[in-house]
């Protein structure tokens, strides 16, 4: 068993001016991962530890913590690759509610808004077929679990909230790719907003900090270019 | 839902895009011969000499060196106001509108210019 420090952002907005860091010494070995130590730590030195969990398996994407500054799942990161004091703090570019668990109800909105399902005007009973290869084409931008991690490291989305953002982005190109769906139009026009794709600078952050390596930055670039078909496409409607 | 405005920029992109292939393909040799070995005597290709490279400028009515300057010189200029651009956003300086029109309006005009003095050759 090693001990391990762990400096923790507590903020109760209820009864704190500002956020402030706690320390804490946690013993764990070359298996414990930072959720297990937050739970430890909630269960045997301070109850009043807030923190969001659920799955401890990398599927769930509630536990995003930015750990040492890097967003980070709680349960995917290990004690073991961190030396010194360790820094814990909620996802940056969110509000906090309390301690570790942001206010994720931004991130949902732009989830929603470019209509994260298929849309199919065809009205047959029929089962829409798919080629290996047609699946192949929007497969990688599928696997995203709503962690919000590229948010928190997105500097964009930091400067503008309204900015759609990574995992939007990412969604929207997984459904416009998908050969059983015809709701591209609809979804475009989010996309070809100032806040839509053209709200990124490629700095490329998204892609590092992806737990299920997705690269939404690599989404977002092929967004702009269908934006930039579009309108040009524009231009000769009349 | 709300429709968002459509956003003017895949066209300061497409410009941006261009110019940075520009400016990876062309200007790293160009740099390095009239840059680098041509002051330094390395090599003395007889085109560049007055007479020599004024002959290239009038080719084909001019058409070939028109199509050089934009490529060696405007688009990269497009490219790199681009960039500026948007640095001034992630600085948090400037306000959108007005380093937009300061950056590409400076590209704009010396695009032209550069264009301007090609033809007055
Ligand atoms: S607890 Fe579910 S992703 Fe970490």
């Not at chain 2, 290709?45 to 050089?68: F, I």
Request: proline residues 6%; glycine residues 6%; hydrophobic residues 45%.
């Amino acid at each position: 068993m090693t001990e391990y420090q762990l400096r923790i952002q507590r903020y109760d907005p209820e009864q704190d001016d500002t956020p402030r860091l706690q320390r804490y010494t946690v013993s764990g070995d070359h298996t414990t991962s930072v959720l297990d130590a937050l739970l430890s730590l909630q269960q045997q030195q301070d109850p009043t530890l807030a923190l969001r969990w659920s799955c401890r398996m990398a599927i769930c994407g509630s536990c995003g913590v930015m750990v040492n500054g890097i967003p980070k799942l709680g349960c995917k990161t290990f004690l073991r690759d961190y030396n010194g004091v360790i820094d814990i703090a909620p996802l940056a570019h969110f509000a906090v509610e309390k301690d570790l668990i942001v206010d994720m109800t931004p991130f949902l909105a732009h989830l929603s808004a470019i209509q994260p399902y298929l849309i199919n005007d065809k009205d047959d009973k029929a089962p829409h077929k798919q080629t290996p290869a047609q699946l192949a084409k929007y497969q990688q931008f599928s696997n995203c679990i709503n962690c919000g991690l590229c948010y928190a490291a997105c500097p964009q989305f930091g400067l503008n909230p309204e900015f759609l953002g990574p995992a939007a982005i990412t969604l929207a190109q997984r459904y416009n790719l998908d050969s059983r769906d015809n709701g591209k139009a609809s979804r475009m026009s989010q996309l070809n907003g100032n806040n839509g794709a053209w709200g990124c600078t490629f700095v490329g952050s998204c892609s590092e900090v992806c737990p299920k390596q997705l690269d939404p930055a690599a989404a977002v670039n092929q967004a702009k270019v269908e934006s930039a078909k579009d309108f040009i496409i524009n231009l000769f409607k009349i | 839902m709300k429709t968002p405005k459509r956003s003017d920029e895949p066209i300061w992109w497409a410009l941006f895009s261009a110019g940075g292939v520009c400016f990876a393909v062309l200007l790293p040799a160009l740099m390095l011969v009239l840059g680098i070995l041509w002051p330094l005597g390395l090599v003395s290709p007889p085109w560049l000499s007055y007479a020599g490279v004024s002959a290239l400028l009038h080719t084909a009515y001019g058409v070939p060196a028109l199509l050089v300057t934009a490529a060696v010189i405007c688009l990269p200029l497009f490219h790199a106001a681009h960039r500026i651009h948007h640095g001034l956003h992630d600085l948090q300086c400037g306000y959108r509108q007005a380093s937009k029109l300061l950056c590409y309006g400076l590209a704009l005009l010396l695009s032209l210019l550069a264009l301007a003095l090609v033809l007055a050759i």
